[in-house]
């Protein structure tokens, strides 16, 4: 997941990744990296990604996925498109 500390959006989805209130494709247990465009290292990573247009967003390997914050039960849901080249959601 690519976020940034002035991205006003970003710190409601940061928030609720770093207490766990998330889901990949419905499930629970995934392993999501958060990635500051901000810091040399997350800039260079979103370069080198190449597929970046804005934040906050989250990929699987090469493939974007849709975030969505549900309110109610104060989570973040990313829907993630089934492929082979799945790793690690960042």
């Known amino acids: 997941m690519f976020v940034s500390e002035h991205c ?3 710190q409601e989805v940061k928030r609720l990744l770093e207490n766990g209130d998330f889901l990949v494709n419905e499930e ?7 990635v500051d465009v901000e810091t040399e290292a997350g800039f260079a ?6 597929e970046v247009t804005g934040i906050p967003s989250a990929y699987e390997g090469k493939r974007q996925c849709a975030i ?3 309110e109610e039960d ?3 849901i ?6 082979a080249d799945k ?3 960042t």
């Open 8 to 10: 006003t959006p970003c």
């Open 28 to 34: 629970e247990g995934h392993e999501v990296d958060l």
């Open 45 to 50: 990573a979103m370069v080198k990604l190449g």
């Open 68 to 70: 969505r914050v549900d």
């Open 74 to 76: 104060n989570l973040v």
């Open 78 to 83: 990313l829907e993630c498109p089934n492929g």
């Open 87 to 89: 790793d690690k959601t």
